[in-house]
């Protein structure tokens, strides 16, 4: 093998003081194909955005092509042949191919600033023709498929005459054929010595495109290898060998024969959703497992009205909700804490109360003009403050901009407690918050189940999902695929029947 | 990726003085305390009256853009409400031979439905607020000269007069007005949610608020202020006019922007509009008093709006003055 | 999934204007006669310029309300400096300088302070109306015959005024779709974010494209000028009105991103044209023409809306299919 053109050499980051990459060293080759796999949350993405410039590292160094690679922002990277490709394609759909693969350097007609159509079409077609993209460069990139979008972004790479692309996630939204087709221009490439770094939760895609594996668990390297050393189950063991946290208390499975609080029926969501069907119970909590993109937090959004969804039905309570929006969930018992806390769980600029008590205001309020109880609502942000333990130094004055992940999560899942809700649907309820607070917000969710309540559980974090649920519902591709009983939990399982990889066993 | 948390920039110390709650009423005295020695008449009974009778519409209407303001929108089309609904109360109860009841109900109706109509195509269309407000200002204001063939209705019912003329009465509707807003935005949940519904629409709408009943209803009641100035202003000048109001317009925006209302959305108070509205009618009174010409004072209070914007985007990066 | 749903709504503007064309030529026979229709384009150039720098804006997602404002300020400037005996020259010197220090006036406020382009504009609009006043002492002033031959010049049988709107809508045309600064505009109407992420200079592309608009300004006050050969209080009074409504009705998207300047512009400035006209020749009440121009307003933001929803469900129909 020749010698190493991509090097990392002990990166080191920490967000916060938690630490997110812990030392983390590899390379790979001219040419070269890396397969990079983990678990959500390993440090895959984290170690990527510092090789692509979007962020620095605390410690330890790159190097690239034999010479000391520190990449400034994404443009210096760019200058220096490193080619991000990411699952949101930074594609301009209301211009043309061409255009879109030159936009800052057109080629000029001579003596003048027009750009010269003919000389942008031949270089256009020669690189859709590298690609294999069968498209006129005049073509507008809203004409076309996600996949050939794709290949529109190497091309782009190609034209910029990248040294390493990396992958994020490439195949999530592409179809078996455009899969292929993507293999294969990777193959045809990589002999001209561009190295490729292919991230990917598709276990067999991984082992199909790269030589070379390397696994990260907790923002480590727990595996690199040539990809024949590896098999599947031994990947999926050291992907999710990490230590159980202690943070989950013992549980009592609850009995099925309680009454079931919410149930959805045939729910299907514009091909983000199929025919999903799951009942709830009384004192229940639900895990739901899956990839990024499986359609876990459309699932929970489409119960909770906030995105459309072109057939299925859900009850609440006994009703059905017709029309379903959120209002009418909220009405009937049901609570939606979301992943995106900054844009759709607060409003950042307004205070401590004022957030807590935005959805439970309807019942401080006497009948005559919606006037508040303002005694009886003070009471209760008071009251609800304590029961999540919000930071005592934070005035209910003070705009919640300015505290912390953790107490933000807490507001946020406060004020759906003030609403004493019976069915909560909870996203990502632990993401970018500390253990202190993880391990709060853990004690709570069970404090709520033991009340009776129902809960569904999205989390990225198979240790979570297993130390809290009664029951772990495994989406895949916008479908339940598996179910798991708490006495069936076994994390290589439900991650292999997430990957969707392997038959179960 | 962890998501970085906001940064908050430091401004420096003498921006808070700029910036504070009471910037427009500091504004109001310091404007009065200067130019008081050089226009003799600007604390003489006579012309506090004239300016009281002036501040009192202008109120009224800059309440209804304030709750407007709030959800993040804007209403270019107030002066136009105020002139159409003034025409078409005026013809009723003359040529109509309608008495002042039914005028005055007919021209709060057509306020009403105006901002109906605008709120209607903010929220259905999703189309925004500044240029469906401006197509409806030149729609509606076009309607009231066609309609009139751009002459003045005089000869009012003296029943109707009154609500304008007298000073009682006018001053009580206002304060009646000012008081029912400042309730409905401060102790109920209407107000809490409109606020919401200006700050974050997104937040807003998961935590069940009625985000787009609120902007629809923010528009009616912008409709329902103007109508209701019209009805003030209508009276105490004695004539329905197709371009009643027309200068009020960058009063009105002045008023508010400069009185502290976010034009970001989710920021505001009556008493902001409070004190922004006598500071506007203060100065047009110190300009017109050093006989300044209108265009000179056009062009004052069109300097004054871009520096309460400016102003308020300062605020906004700063991250100041949260209600 | 129909293809001709989304033609029809694009060629809506068009086909309106041949109905129009059409009906007003059955109503009356002289309005068909080549010399009323050559009238109507030279009458329609002043707004049509207007629309052309309206729709670089429009396409970065902005809006410029000071146009109307600006023309006046120009127009009064020159009317000044022209009663005065400066040639001709210099006064259209001074008209361009005076224009574009306003329009970099509008782009500091919007580009560098932050503040809603729609605020900015409307104050400026103001400040503009305020400043023609002053200069004007609100007089009418009347220009030199100069002014008046050059409005009514003709080149090979065009009226001088249509050959300049020709020549600018091809040559913002060759802009728009053929130079870099055109190509980067539209990115960074569609997203300012992503634009700055590939590397485009926002900031100096916002502030050239209000330039242009005041530009634009500055060519409509000439040509405005030589049509009525006097400045008077109401001179280019609600001419954004018409600008915007012609720049929509021409595919420009209010949410930037989207437009063109031929045959877009042009036939939207010629259709707001034609109404104005057709009311004229079918003697209809003047005190309508506003509102049957917001009305106009009214139909192009409706349109370009139900166009804008059309293109996004198709998109994500695709999004939807490819993924199977």
Redesign the interface.
């Known amino acids: 093998m020749s010698a190493p053109f991509v090097e990392f050499v002990g990166i080191e980051k920490a967000?916060?003081g938690?630490p997110?990459l812990r030392g983390i060293s590899f390379d790979l080759p001219a040419g070269g194909a890396l397969g990079l796999v983990g678990e959500n949350g390993a440090g895959k993405?984290?170690l990527m955005?510092i090789f692509g410039g979007n962020l620095a590292p605390d410690r330890g160094h790159m190097r690239l092509a034999g010479r000391e690679y520190t990449p400034a922002t994404?443009?210096d990277a760019e200058r220096n042949g490193v080619a991000f490709i990411h699952q949101e394609l930074?594609l301009?759909?209301?211009?043309s191919i061409g255009?879109n693969l030159f936009?800052?350097r057109?080629p000029?007609q001579r003596g003048t600033?027009?750009?010269d159509?003919s000389r942008l079409n031949e270089l256009t077609v020669k690189l859709l023709e590298e690609v294999g993209l069968a498209a006129l460069p005049g073509q507008s990139v809203?004409t076309?498929?996600?996949?050939e979008r794709q290949l529109v972004e190497i091309a782009k790479a190609l034209s910029t005459d990248a040294r390493v692309i990396i992958f994020d996630e490439p195949t999530t939204?592409?179809?078996r054929s455009?899969t292929e087709r993507l293999f294969a221009l990777i193959a045809r490439l990589r002999p001209r010595g561009i190295a490729f770094i292919y991230i990917s939760h598709t276990l067999a895609d991984v082992f199909q495109l790269c030589q070379q594996i390397v696994v990260l668990r907790d923002g480590a390297v727990v595996g690199d290898g040539p990809a024949h050393s590896f098999t599947e189950s031994k990947l999926i063991s050291l992907m999710v060998g990490r230590e159980i946290n202690r943070l989950f208390p013992e549980r009592n499975p609850t009995s099925r024969l309680a009454e079931p609080l919410l149930q959805v029926r045939g729910l299907s969501c514009?091909?983000?959703l199929q025919d999903i069907s799951l009942t709830i119970h009384r004192g229940e909590i639900v895990g739901l497992a899956g990839l990024m993109g499986a359609g876990r937090s459309e699932l929970a959004r489409s119960i909770?009205g906030?995105d459309p969804r072109t057939s299925g039905e859900v009850i609440l309570n006994d009703r059905r909700l017709k029309p379903l929006n959120?209002?009418a969930a909220?009405?009937n018992g049901a609570a939606?804490l979301?992943e995106n806390r900054?844009?759709?769980?607060?409003?950042?600029?307004?205070?401590v109360a004022?957030n807590l008590?935005?959805?439970c205001?309807?019942r401080h309020?006497r009948p005559v003009?919606?006037?508040?109880n303002f005694e009886t609502l003070r009471a209760a942000v008071e009251r609800i403050r304590a029961v999540v333990r919000v930071d005592s130094k934070a005035s209910n004055e003070q705009?919640v901009?300015?505290l912390?992940?953790g107490n933000q999560q807490k507001i946020v899942l406060g004020?759906w407690l003030l609403n004493e809700p019976r069915v909560l649907l909870l996203d990502e309820p632990t993401r970018?918050i500390d253990v202190g607070a993880k391990s709060e917000i853990y004690r709570l969710i069970l404090d709520l189940a033991a009340k009776g309540n129902g809960i569904l559980l999205i989390s990225s974090e198979i240790e979570e999902l297993i130390g809290l649920c009664d029951r772990i519902l495994v989406l895949s591709r916008g479908r339940i695929v598996r179910e798991f009983a708490r006495d069936q939990f076994h994390r290589e399982e439900i991650l292999r029947a997430a990957l969707g990889s392997a038959a179960p066993a | 990726m962890t998501p970085a948390a906001p940064e908050i920039s430091r401004a420096p110390r003498w921006l808070h003085l700029l910036l504070s709650d009471y910037f427009s009423l500091i504004l109001t005295v310091l404007l009065v305390a200067i130019f008081a020695p050089f226009t003799p008449g600007l604390l003489s009974r006579a012309n506090l009256l004239n300016i009281f009778s002036y501040l009192l519409p202008l109120l009224i209407v800059a309440i209804g853009l304030t709750l407007v303001m709030i959800t993040g929108g804007i209403d270019l089309s107030v002066t136009a409400i105020v002139a159409v609904a003034s025409v078409v109360g005026g013809s009723l109860m003359t040529a109509g031979h309608q008495p002042a009841f039914i005028g005055v109900a007919t021209m709060l109706l057509v306020g009403l439905l105006i901002g109906a109509a605008n709120g209607a195509m903010i929220t259905a269309l999703h189309l925004p607020a500044f240029i469906v407000t401006l197509a409806s200002m030149m729609f509606v204001s076009g309607f009231a000269v066609w309609f009139t063939q751009s002459r003045n209705i005089d000869q009012l019912p003296p029943a109707f007069l009154q609500i304008g003329q007298t000073l009682l009465i006018s001053t009580a509707v206002t304060a009646t007005l000012a008081l029912v807003v400042r309730f409905l935005l401060q102790k109920t949940v209407y107000g809490r949610w409109l606020y919401a519904t200006g700050q974050n629409p997104v937040t807003a709408r998961v935590s069940g608020v009625p985000v787009r009943s609120m902007t629809f209803a923010a528009y009616v009641a912008s409709g329902f202020c103007a109508a209701l100035a019209s009805v003030i202003m209508t009276g105490r000048l004695e004539t329905a006019s197709p371009v009643l109001g027309r200068e009020m317009l960058l009063d009105v925006i002045g008023a508010t922007v400069i009185g502290g209302i976010s034009l970001f959305g989710g920021k505001g108070k009556i008493a902001w509009t409070f004190f922004g509205v006598p500071f506007l009618v203060a100065l047009d009174n110190v300009l017109n008093l050093l006989n300044l010409s209108q265009f000179a004072i056009t062009i004052t209070k069109g300097s004054g709006i871009l520096l309460a914007a400016t102003l308020d985007a300062l605020r906004t990066r700063f991250g100041f003055r949260q209600s | 999934m129909t293809r001709v749903g989304p033609k029809i709504l694009k060629g809506a503007p068009l086909l309106i204007l041949t109905a129009l064309v059409l009906f007003f030529g059955v109503w009356n026979t002289r309005f068909l006669e080549p010399r009323n229709l050559l009238n109507i384009i030279a009458q329609a150039s002043s707004t049509g310029i207007l629309a052309i720098g309206m729709t670089f804006v429009l396409l970065t997602a902005g809006v410029d309300l000071s146009v109307g404002a600006m023309m006046f300020v120009a127009a009064a400037v020159a009317g000044k400096l022209a009663l005065a005996g400066v040639s001709m020259p210099l006064v259209l010197l001074a008209m361009l300088a005076i224009t574009l220090l306003f329009a970099a006036f509008n782009a500091l406020f919007i580009v560098h302070v932050l503040v809603a382009p729609f605020i900015v504009t409307l104050a400026t609009l103001f400040i503009g109306r305020g400043v023609g006043l002053f200069i004007t002492q609100t007089r009418a002033i009347n220009l030199p015959e100069v002014f008046l031959t050059f409005g009514s010049a003709r080149m090979l049988g065009v009226p001088l005024p249509a050959c300049l709107f020709a020549a600018l809508l091809v040559l913002a045309h060759v802009i728009l779709t053929r130079t870099p600064f055109g190509r980067e505009c539209f990115a960074l109407g569609h997203s300012l974010e992503a634009a700055r992420k590939a590397g485009i200079c926002c900031e100096k592309r916002l502030f050239q494209v209000y330039l242009i608009s005041g530009l634009c300004a500055v060519f409509a006050s000439v040509i405005t000028l030589g049509q009525l050969g006097a400045v008077s209080p109401k001179f280019g009074e609600q001419k954004e009105f018409a600008a915007i409504a012609a720049a929509v009705l021409g595919g420009a998207s209010l949410f930037g991103g989207r437009g063109n300047i031929l045959p877009g512009t042009l036939v939207g400035s010629l259709l707001i044209q034609t109404i104005e006209n057709g009311l004229v020749v079918t003697n209809a009440d003047p005190y309508l023409y506003p509102m049957v121009i917001s009305g106009v307003i009214f139909l192009a933001v409706l349109l370009e809306t139900v166009r804008n929803r059309y293109i996004r469900s198709n998109d994500q129909h695709r999004f939807s299919s490819s993924r199977r």
Do not use: M
């Open positions: 967000f916060f938690v997110i993405s984290t955005n994404p443009r930074n301009f759909p209301n211009l255009e936009l800052t057109f000029s600033s027009l750009i159509y809203e076309l498929s996600t996949g939204s592409l179809s455009e514009c091909g983000k909770f906030l959120p209002r909220i009405r939606f979301t900054g844009s759709e769980g607060l409003c950042l600029q307004l205070s004022d008590s935005l959805a205001l309807p309020s003009l919606k006037r508040l705009p901009r300015t912390s992940g004020k970018g």
